[in-house]
């Protein structure tokens, strides 16, 4: 086989923005070994709308991590929109990370310090962005999850709702194609936590691609799709609910 071969994804169909194989990752923990993800295979389409849903333990950020290129693998291979990650340089990796993948994590992960416009707009500090085009398209985003007229306060001057909103213009910034979520209303109640989940559902309709990790059956039934993990392996993958029983949605 030439090289070109092995590395293309055996029979990748069109539109498979996120290609799993047999991925392993094991934690050396002095002299014992997590075995996290045992052996997980995943195909996600371009604007499909996945839940990973399992217990406390069962493997899901060690997987969010892993798609969302923050940590590499024992074992198995990943292709990003058609790139096998393992194969980027720092460089490449860092470019197709930041075009492809918005993240946003439970504990919102923004700077206590900085206002919301400035957190909204750091991803473009990094990248070199020119000052008034990073800050007219942190207020864009911002406006997009209704939160304008709250730029100028900082993270303890919001409610949780707000942060996280602020957390999602942020991973908004560079118009990533995918949207990657971990327990995003792990730390909300469950009205403010639907108001966030309407966001994702909206950002599913203009196109992106969103992977949501879960504990709770509520918010997965958002989701289109739901793959339960548990110690590591996928248990199931299936239409969510919503899809099974349209009149819910
Ligand atoms: N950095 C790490 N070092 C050692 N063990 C870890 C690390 N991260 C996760 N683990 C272990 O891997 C397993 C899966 O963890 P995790 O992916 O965080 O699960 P979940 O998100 O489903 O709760 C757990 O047993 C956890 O303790
Ligand atoms: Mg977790």
Redo the contacts with the bound molecule.
């Keep these: 086989m030439s090289e070109e071969e092995v590395n293309r994804p055996p029979g990748i169909p069109q539109g498979d923005v996120i290609v799993v194989e047999d991925l392993w990752k094991t934690?050396e923990?002095g002299s014992e070994k997590?075995h996290?993800l045992q052996g997980v295979s995943l195909r996600i389409r371009h604007n499909e709308y996945v839940a990973i849903m399992?217990p406390?333990?069962?493997?899901?950020?060690?997987l969010m991590n892993l798609i969302g290129c923050l940590d590499s693998p024992t074992e198995g291979r990943y292709w990003l929109s058609g790139h096998l990650v393992s194969e980027l340089n720092d460089d490449e990796l860092a470019r197709i990370r930041n075009k492809e993948i918005g993240f946003v994590f439970q504990t919102f992960n923004l700077l206590a310090r900085a206002t919301a416009l400035h957190n909204v707009e750091l991803p473009l500090i990094y990248n070199g962005t020119p000052a008034d085009e990073r800050i007219e398209r942190a207020r864009q985003a911002l406006r997009d999850v209704n939160l304008e007229e709250r730029m100028n306060h900082k993270p303890n001057e919001l409610s949780g709702g707000q942060r996280q909103r602020v957390a999602i213009a942020r991973a908004l910034i560079n118009r990533p194609s995918i949207i990657l979520a971990d327990e995003p209303t792990g730390n909300l109640d469950s009205k403010t936590g639907d108001e966030i989940m309407a966001l994702f559902d909206a950002l599913q309709q203009k196109g992106n691609t969103i992977v949501l990790?879960t504990h709770e059956p509520d918010i997965a039934e958002y989701a289109h799709r739901v793959v339960h993990i548990r110690d590591g392996k996928i248990f199931s993958d299936e239409p969510s609910s919503r899809i099974r029983h349209p009149e819910k949605a």
């Excluded at 406390?56 to 060690?62: A, D, E, F, R, V």
């Design positions: 934690y923990m997590v996290a399992g406390s333990g069962s493997g899901k950020s060690t990790v």
